[in-house]
């Protein structure tokens, strides 16, 4: 039986990623290497949508591919690579641009927010073309899944509208990706807002969990997260969400079920169910960390993981840029 494809990629922007990157997304790429064909690739080049220092992109980049690597994502099992080292990203990209509407489009959410706050002459033209590319990316790889946290849902929905949309003008070229959004981690949130997602881009740095961190200050973190006025922990999303998120992230790690959690607290306060949250996330976090500063030290190593996994996906995704440049009359 042929192994089902996966395909998921992560954004550049930060030295560190986060905890929702990891409870959201990477942990289920881990889990998908052993049975999965599955791809994962740094999506450098939806990162240029924020104009960045060229070296501060370069080391995020190697940064973000050894917090990968040392989240478990094992190049051994999975082709892992970067974007732009695949240049069908872009051709394919085009073409997806040529099969949105310029409406959807512009339905976008992560769009209007993003270019609500920064205003339109700051907005790049990339910013509105981003979900494009990232159905190229998905595309390419004939994935059947994509695991994603749930921010990402729209532009699955996009993805799959083109990919139905082309295949019924063109024929069947393209597989038709299911997201793989599971509702345990799927959303985690900012520790200091906690009705707002933890993110690169707009969490304070108080309200982010980062992998690369130390310890202290993690723990630190999670132990001035804000909470509600009450002293139940108790899992309700509405009354109590930053107890509801603390708990989310404590049950999604430990492997134990918010029920179990709530129980032990039971008669307990919010300081002690917070140290026993932070304990949970450092000592998962320590060896990530740990080991990801070893990777760093030796970039050689890291940059040839990384070209040999863009060998293995070019030729994947050059066999269906060929399939689409055929199905659309483009002369071979
Ligand atoms: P990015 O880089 O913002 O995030 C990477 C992954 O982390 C998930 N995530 C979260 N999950 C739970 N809680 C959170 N607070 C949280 N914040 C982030 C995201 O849902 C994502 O799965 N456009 C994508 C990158 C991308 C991609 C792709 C993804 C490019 N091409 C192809 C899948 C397939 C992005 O910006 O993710």
Redesign the pocket.
């Known amino acids: 039986m042929t192994r089902k494809r996966v ?5 550049a ?1 930060a030295d560190s990623t ?1 905890l ?2 990891y ?4 942990r289920h790429w881990v889990s998908f290497q052993d049975e999965h064909d599955a791809f994962y ?1 740094i ?1 450098d080049l ?1 990162t240029l949508t924020v104009e960045t220092d060229p070296a501060v992109l370069r080391r995020r980049t190697l940064a973000t591919a050894a917090q990968l690597l040392a989240s478990g994502i094992d190049p051994d099992k999975c082709t892992f690579f970067l ?1 732009s080292h695949v240049a069908q990203h872009n051709q394919l990209g085009w073409v997806m641009e040529c099969m949105a509407g310029f409406g959807e489009a512009s339905r976008m959410t992560q769009f209007k927010d993003k270019s609500q706050k920064s205003g339109s002459d700051r907005t790049v033209v990339g910013l509105f073309t ?1 979900p494009m ?2 159905a190229a ?2 595309l390419l790889y004939q994935a059947d899944l ?7 849902r729209q ?1 699955l929905e996009i993805t799959r509208d083109l990919a139905e949309r082309f295949n019924s003008r063109y024929g069947k070229t393209f597989q038709i990706p299911d997201g793989h959004i599971v509702k345990s ?5 900012d520790l200091q807002n906690p009705t707002a ?4 881009s707009s969490s304070s740095v108080a309200g982010i969990v980062e992998i690369m961190d130390s310890p202290e200050v993690n723990a630190k973190k999670i132990k001035s997260a804000v909470t509600d006025t009450g002293r139940e922990v108790k899992f309700d999303e509405k009354e109590k969400p930053g107890i509801s998120n603390l708990l989310m992230i404590h049950s999604t790690l430990s492997g134990k079920s918010i029920e179990t959690i709530e129980k032990d607290f039971e008669g307990k306060g919010y300081g002690d169910f917070k140290t026993e949250v932070a304990e949970v996330v450092v000592e998962f976090l320590r060896p990530v960390r740990q080991r990801a500063l070893e990777l760093l030290e030796d970039e050689a190593s890291l940059l040839a993981i990384l070209h040999d996994g863009a060998a293995k996906a070019r030729i994947v995704a050059d066999h269906t840029l060929q399939a689409t440049y055929k199905n659309l009359g483009l002369v071979q």
């Open positions: 395909l998921s990629g992560i954004q922007t986060h929702g990157n409870l959201g997304a990477v690739c999506a939806h974007q981003y590319l990232m990316d998905i994509v695991p994603v946290g749930e921010d990402q532009h981690g799927a959303k985690i949130y997602k933890m993110s690169k």
